[in-house]
C-alpha cells in the first residue's frame, strides 16, 4: 500500500504540470493538488526539448502523440543548428540520431574522421532531415507514416502550459490557486502544511517543490546549498522576442553566436521566437537589444528580459521535498536541457515514490541527490564545450569564455582527443558518465573544429565514398515529409498509421 494519499506540486509551469501528471500515476487512489500563484507568472520559456520529452509525453504519461500533435500543434526538431566553430565552416549540425560511430557499407573508417574536413550536413538520415529541412515522417509505399525515433518537440509554451492543464484535470488532479508564505512541520522535519498569505493552508504527504528559480520550499525553508556555475558560464540573462513566421519551417533550433553570448531561432508552427543571451558582464540591456534588433530587423517591439542564474542545488530531495525544474537547477539554454533533467527527475522521484511505497529509505534519497548533482555538472562541462571552443567572434566575452573556461570532468576527455583523434577507442578508454556520452562531445568536438594534433588522413578514395554515402542520406532524407505536409496529414480526419512509435530507420 502507498503511504501517501495526497501529493501537493507547488507551482504550475512545466515543471508543475509534468509532475502533477506523473504523480497521479503513482497514486492513482491518492489525490494530486497543483497549487499556482495567482501573482507569480511561469516563466514562459522553455520551448525547445530533446528527445526525452516525446518519449516522456508519450511512454511515461501516456499522452496520444496524434492528440498531442493537434492541440499543442509541435514542431518536429531533428537537432540543433549551430552557427558556431571557426570560419571555415558556416554551420555545423548536432543530429539528434546517434550515428556518429557508425562505418557505413560506403565507408572505410566511422563517420567522425570525415566531419572534420568536410561539411557536417548529411552524415546520417537526421542530418540529412535537417538539411533538406524534412520532418521526421515518411510516408510508406501502402500509404502508412513512419517515423524517425530521434526527435524533439518545440512547443508554444502558452499553447503546451493549457494542453496539460486540460489534462490534469481531466485526470482528476486539483489546481488551486493560493500564495504560498509559510510552512508547518513535523519533529523530524518533514513539511506538514503549506501555509497561504491571506489564510487558509493546505495538508499533504509529500511535496513537489516545482516553484520555479525561487525555490519557495527547498531554498527558503531548507535553506539547501547552491552551487554557482557563474566561474565557467558567464552569460547570465536573455533579451526574447519572436515575429511572424517568414520562411517554411526548419526542424531543428538554430543557435548564432553574437558578440557577446549567442541567440537562438525556435520555430513554431506560427512564428518563430529569437532570444539573445548574453552576459550582463559583458554587455547592457540596451547594447543586447540593438544587437539582437540589427540582426533581426523584423523582431516584434514586445521584447522582454529574463535573468537567470546557472547553476544547481547541492541536493533536490530533503526529506518529503523534491524540487523539480528551474527551483532545483538550470545550466543555461543552449542544449535546451532544462525540460531533460525535469522529465528524468520526475522519472525517477515517481519510481523512487511506488518502489519504496512511499516510505524512501535515505540512501536511495542520497544516491538520487548524487545522480542528479552528477547530471547538472555534466550538463555544465558539455555546456562549456560550446563556449571554450567557439572562435566565431574575438570579442572579450568570447576571449574569456576561450582562455578561462573549463571542462571540469570531460577536460580528459578533451586531452585524449586531442591527442588520439575521433577514434571510437576513446569511449573505451575514457567516456565521461555523460547524458550527451561520447557521441555527443565528439559531435561538438568535430563541429567546433577543436584543436586535435591527430587529425584524420583521408585519402582520395576516401572522399569519393564519402560523396556516395552522403548522396546516399540525402536521397533517403527526401523521401520524409516536410514538417507542412506533415502538420496538413496530421491535421486531416484520418492520418495515416500510428504516430509516436518512432522507429530506428537506418
Ligand atoms: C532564457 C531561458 C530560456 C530557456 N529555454 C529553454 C528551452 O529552450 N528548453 C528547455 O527545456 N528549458 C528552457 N529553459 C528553462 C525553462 O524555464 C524551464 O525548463 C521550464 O520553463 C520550467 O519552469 P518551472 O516550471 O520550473 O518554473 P516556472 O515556469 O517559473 O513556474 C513556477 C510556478 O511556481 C508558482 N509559484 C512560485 N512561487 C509560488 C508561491 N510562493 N506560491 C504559489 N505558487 C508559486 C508560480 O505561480 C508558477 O506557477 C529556459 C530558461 C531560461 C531562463
Request: charged content about 25%.
Amino acid at each position: 500500500m502507498q503511504r501517501y494519499k495526497h501529493i501537493v506540486v507547488l507551482g504550475a509551469g512545466s515543471a508543475g504540470f509534468l509532475a502533477g501528471l506523473a504523480f497521479q500515476q503513482v497514486i492513482p487512489d491518492g489525490k494530486v493538488t497543483i497549487l499556482r500563484s495567482p501573482k507569480i507568472p511561469v516563466i514562459g520559456v522553455g520551448e525547445s526539448t530533446t528527445p526525452a520529452m516525446p518519449l516522456f509525453l508519450h511512454k511515461s504519461l501516456k499522452i496520444d502523440a496524434l492528440e498531442f500533435a493537434r492541440r499543442v500543434d509541435p514542431v518536429w526538431k531533428m537537432g540543433n543548428r549551430f552557427y558556431f566553430g571557426d570560419s571555415g565552416r558556416k554551420y555545423f549540425d548536432y543530429s539528434f540520431q546517434p550515428a556518429m560511430e557508425h562505418v557505413a557499407p560506403e565507408l572505410r573508417k566511422n563517420i567522425m574522421y570525415y566531419l572534420l574536413e568536410g561539411d557536417m550536413h548529411n552524415f546520417c538520415l537526421g542530418s540529412g532531415t535537417m538539411e533538406q529541412h524534412r520532418s521526421p515522417f515518411f510516408k510508406g509505399p501502402d500509404g502508412k507514416l513512419t517515423e524517425l525515433n530521434a526527435f524533439g518537440y518545440h512547443i508554444d509554451n502558452q499553447k503546451f502550459l493549457a494542453y496539460v492543464e486540460q489534462l490534469a484535470l481531466e485526470r482528476g488532479i486539483e489546481i488551486k490557486e493560493a500564495d504560498v508564505c509559510d510552512v508547518r512541520q513535523a519533529p523530524n522535519g518533514d513539511i506538514t502544511h503549506l501555509i497561504f498569505e491571506g489564510g487558509g493552508e493546505i495538508e499533504a504527504d509529500f511535496y513537489a517543490d516545482c516553484s520555479g528559480f525561487r525555490g519557495q520550499l527547498i531554498k527558503k525553508v531548507y535553506d539547501v546549498p547552491y552551487v554557482s556555475y557563474s566561474d565557467n558560464l558567464y552569460c547570465d540573462r536573455a533579451v526574447i522576442g519572436s515575429w511572424d513566421r517568414d520562411h517554411p519551417i526548419e526542424p531543428f533550433t538554430t543557435s548564432i553566436s553574437m558578440k557577446h553570448g549567442w541567440c537562438w531561432n525556435i520555430e513554431l508552427q506560427d512564428r518563430i521566437t529569437r532570444g539573445y543571451v548574453y552576459s550582463s558582464a559583458f554587455c547592457s540591456e540596451d547594447d543586447a537589444i540593438a544587437e539582437l534588433k540589427a540582426m533581426t530587423p523584423q523582431i516584434g517591439d514586445d521584447l522582454r528580459a529574463i535573468g537567470f542564474p546557472s547553476g544547481r542545488l547541492e541536493r533536490h530531495w530533503v526529506n518529503n521535498v523534491v524540487a523539480i525544474g528551474n527551483s532545483s537547477g538550470f545550466v543555461e539554454p543552449i542544449e535546451a536541457t532544462a525540460l531533460m533533467v525535469v522529465t528524468d527527475q520526475i522519472n525517477y522521484a515517481s519510481k523512487i515514490l511506488l518502489d519504496s511505497y512511499g516510505d524512501v529509505p535515505d540512501m536511495m534519497r542520497e544516491k538520487e541527490c548524487e545522480r542528479v548533482r552528477v547530471i547538472w555538472d555534466d550538463i555544465r562541462d558539455f555546456i562549456v564545450a560550446h563556449y571554450k571552443f567557439n572562435k566565431h567572434f574575438d570579442t572579450p566575452f568570447w576571449k574569456q569564455c576561450r582562455n578561462d573556461c573549463s571542462l571540469g570532468n570531460a577536460t580528459e576527455f578533451y586531452e585524449y582527443y586531442k591527442m588520439a583523434g575521433p577514434s571510437t577507442l576513446g569511449k573505451r578508454y575514457i567516456c565521461p558518465d555523460s547524458v550527451f556520452g561520447f557521441e555527443g562531445y565528439m559531435n561538438v568536438f568535430l563541429g567546433l573544429k577543436a584543436e586535435t594534433d591527430h587529425p584524420p588522413r583521408m585519402m582520395e578514395q576516401d572522399w569519393r565514398d564519402w560523396e556516395l554515402y552522403t548522396a546516399r542520406m540525402k536521397k533517403n532524407a527526401l523521401q520524409a515529409l516536410t514538417t507542412e505536409q506533415a502538420i496538413e496529414i496530421l491535421s486531416g480526419d484520418n492520418p495515416p498509421g500510428v504516430i509516436g512509435e518512432g522507429k530506428d530507420l537506418a
